[in-house]
């Protein structure tokens, strides 16, 4: 058929492109790779740029934004949406951060925040833990996170932050203190999670809270700590680990569709690794639909076996599920160096698998001497349950008091020379706090406990002002079969 003349041509138009995000974090510095991976962002034109952390090295510094980030990524800061890192806060307060990058870093002393590009939600996090009041159940900033997936129930949702909770890139496997964070997103239905710290290029599959995986309502998680600072190498690889690269310095270029994204991981000029991929976003998990994982509570039945050179009997330990999301403590005493041999290790690698909302210890940590270099020596306390110390709460052994006033254990847990901290004040050592429904009290048993002292009026008090359940936790045990250790 033929057009007449004149006659009008109908107009097709073609939808929009999906917007473009190009993420990567450990970026500037005195001869880094930044300038090749800012040519990048030239060349890509993203409809923002996340920088996860790190933003540059070493001390985060006002000058040093100047000096280096400026007059590379941050020709792109208009359209930059960045997170924290731990070199930010080496400078007090990540002044230069937040000098830097204004109002697109969220408020100061904070440095969470979320926006929205087309049909995603993007969650800005900040996982320098100790630095905004904590990452844990109940804190202000996972309080927040999950008000805010409530507030945005897109089909759609991204968050980043600097520290992984997952990497084959360090010999702990991830910050354990993010897991909160990580339950809520998994919660909502989140869909990718972006980290940095890691100054490699890793992808996960789906795979939930735990790090088990789950192709139904998993997250994905892509660790980009390749924008420009010396690459590192990989430990042990993780479960659910898909693609691992440690030469290239690069950016992940991400596309994100309605109900979709796809990623490709760009290598700076001259280099050839390559990953991309496509996935699609899920619904949040239904809640009759889908039961939440279970922790295991082992309780007591009310009859068993006898007990090997006895006459009683033991009571049988009974699983009883109890929900993810009721708040999960793991607890262990006597833990790490000296006469505690080898098996801390092994124990701290059950508390990953537990995942807990916390880790409470029973005192004796560090052996022999609970000294702080007992607690720092390789293999001892801090390279095994270390890995949990910013959601841990202690109380400490008699042996910590072999060193006076237990200097080192107080020094261990709320920094050297601080009056107080996550181990209660010096001199003390007993605190309370609550965690969901629950009113929880840390007690000293190496002063004091007797009928009028100065802790047993001051838990009375508390006790008094906190009615509900309530779990206490201490060093010596009242009753024990080992009697030499009652008191």
């Avoid at 009759?288 to 068993?304: D, E, F, R």
Wanted: hydrophobic fraction near 35%; proline fraction near 7%; charge should be positive.
């Amino acid at each position: 058929m033929m057009c007449a003349p004149g006659a009008a041509r109908a107009r097709v138009d073609s939808p929009p492109a999906d917007p473009v995000i190009v993420a990567a974090g450990d970026v500037a510095g005195k001869g880094n790779g930044d300038s090749a991976t800012a040519k990048l962002l030239d060349r890509l034109a993203p409809s923002a740029v996340l920088s996860l952390g790190d933003s540059v090295a070493p001390r985060g510094t006002a000058r040093e934004f100047k000096s280096y980030y400026r007059t590379t990524w941050g020709r792109h800061k208009r359209t930059t949406h960045p997170v924290t890192g731990d070199r930010d806060y080496r400078t007090r307060g990540a002044r230069g951060y937040f000098g830097y990058f204004g109002a697109a870093a969220g408020a100061r002393g904070r440095g969470y925040y979320s926006f929205d590009l087309r049909g995603w939600h993007l969650v800005a996090l900040n996982s320098n833990c100790r630095e905004v009041g904590g990452c844990g159940a109940g804190s202000a900033q996972e309080r927040w996170l999950r008000a805010d997936l409530a507030a945005n129930p897109s089909a759609c949702t991204l968050a980043y932050w600097h520290h992984p909770r997952f990497t084959s890139g360090s010999s702990s496997g991830g910050k354990t203190a993010v897991a909160p964070l990580w339950r809520a997103l998994y919660d909502a239905g989140a869909d990718v999670v972006l980290n940095a710290h890691s100054r490699s290029y890793e992808r996960f599959a789906l795979q939930d809270p735990g790090g088990r995986a789950d192709g139904s309502h998993g997250i994905r998680e892509f660790v980009v700590g390749t924008g420009g600072h010396r690459l590192s190498r990989f430990g042990r690889s993780r479960p659910n680990s898909e693609v691992r690269h440690a030469r290239t310095h690069g950016v992940l270029k991400l596309a994100l569709g309605p109900g979709r994204y796809s990623w490709r991981f760009v290598p700076r000029t001259g280099k050839s690794f390559r990953d991309q991929g496509s996935g699609s976003c899920h619904p949040p998990k239904p809640a009759s639909a889908t039961p939440a994982p279970t922790s295991t509570l082992l309780t007591p039945a009310l009859a068993g076996p006898p007990i090997p050179g006895g006459s009683a009997s033991a009571p049988i330990a009974t699983a009883t599920p109890i929900p993810t999301s009721a708040p999960v403590v793991a607890i262990a005493g006597d833990i790490a160096g000296g006469d505690a041999g080898s098996n801390d290790e092994a124990t701290a690698k059950v508390v990953e698998s537990i995942n807990p909302t916390l880790t409470l210890t029973a005192g004796d940590n560090a052996y022999p001497d609970g000294t702080l270099a007992n607690y720092m020596e390789d293999g001892s306390y801090n390279d095994t349950w270390g890995r949990f110390k910013a959601n841990t709460r202690p109380v400490a052994g008699n042996h910590e008091y072999h060193v006076s006033e237990a200097a080192g254990y107080f020094d261990y847990f709320n920094g050297v020379g601080n009056q107080t901290g996550p181990a209660g004040e010096r001199g003390k050592g007993y605190y309370s706090f609550d965690l969901g429904a629950w009113h929880v009290v840390a007690l000293n048993s190496n002063v004091s406990m007797s009928t009028g002292s100065t802790q047993e009026q001051w838990l009375r008090r508390d006790l008094t002002a906190n009615p509900g359940c309530t779990l206490a936790y201490w060093h010596h045990p009242r009753f024990t079969s080992a009697a030499q250790h009652s008191k």
